[in-house]
């Protein structure tokens, strides 16, 4: 299976400020990665699929970049409503694996 | 709007095995095009993907669970289920069903709202 490492695994920043979380895959997976937010007690939303492509719907202060080992999910300015656990997820190879996720707080 | 839920009994044996059933609304599944999947997430803990299967009956399962798991998939009531045997106090998670397009795009747009199953005695 594709090993998918995130950091951090938590971070807390201030309302307008800007978050990074980045994703490692274990082997080149091309663009084949997707950002999820998950509130708690709710299922994860899919935020960013093949690594830079927005959902609709999905606001434009989340972006994603990066292709085959190295990935980058940003909030150009942290608003309350982003308080939540974000994934990335790879499905270059069966079966699809996900990260251990990163838990953004407010500060 | 596509919805999807998860139905089930909260509370299974060890030992036993864990059913449940997810029905989906708003679009139909043997229109095709969409993979249905499940997949779970231990308490506190990240996603494990447990498998799909498709209109046609077609299924892949994570070789991890492949031994214990059965999906299954009921077009007339536009319903797929899932079946894990054997089950131990690993298995407690909250379970999602979920739809992927079945044309490589790998993501999961439309998800349930999970269901907590507890493996207990």
């Known amino acids: 299976d594709i090993q998918m490492t995130q950091s951090p695994s938590s971070l807390s920043a201030s309302v307008g400020d800007r978050v990074t979380i980045t994703c490692q895959a274990s082997q080149d997976i091309s663009n084949y990665l997707n950002w999820y937010q998950q509130k708690p007690g709710k299922a994860p939303k899919l935020l960013i699929y093949d690594a830079s492509n927005l959902e609709t719907g999905v606001p434009s202060r989340f972006s994603g970049s990066g292709s085959g080992t190295d990935f980058t999910f940003t909030i150009s300015s942290l608003q309350p409503e982003d308080i939540a656990t974000y994934y990335c997820?790879?499905?270059?190879?069966?079966?699809?694996?996900f990260g251990q996720g990163t838990k953004v707080e407010i500060k | 709007q596509v919805q999807l839920q998860e139905s089930g009994p909260g509370l299974v044996k060890p030992s036993q095995t864990l059913s449940l059933t997810c029905t989906v609304s708003?679009?139909?599944?043997?229109?095709?095009?969409?993979?249905w999947s499940w997949i779970r997430q231990h308490p506190g803990k990240g996603l494990e993907w447990i498998g799909y299967?498709?209109?046609?009956?077609?299924?892949y399962y994570n070789p991890s669970l492949k031994s214990r798991v059965t999906i299954s998939v009921d077009t007339s009531k536009n319903q797929f289920s899932l079946k894990l045997s054997s089950v131990t106090a690993a298995d407690t998670a909250v379970y999602y069903c979920?739809?992927?397009?079945?044309?490589?795009?790998?993501?999961?747009?439309?998800w349930g709202q999970g269901t907590l199953v507890t493996v207990s005695s």
């Open positions: 997820q790879q499905y270059d190879n069966l079966p699809p694996t």
């Open positions: 979920a739809r992927e397009k079945a044309d490589s795009s790998g993501w999961y747009d439309y």
């Open positions: 708003g679009g139909s599944i043997s229109s095709g095009g969409y993979y």
């Open positions: 299967i498709y209109y046609s009956g077609s299924t």
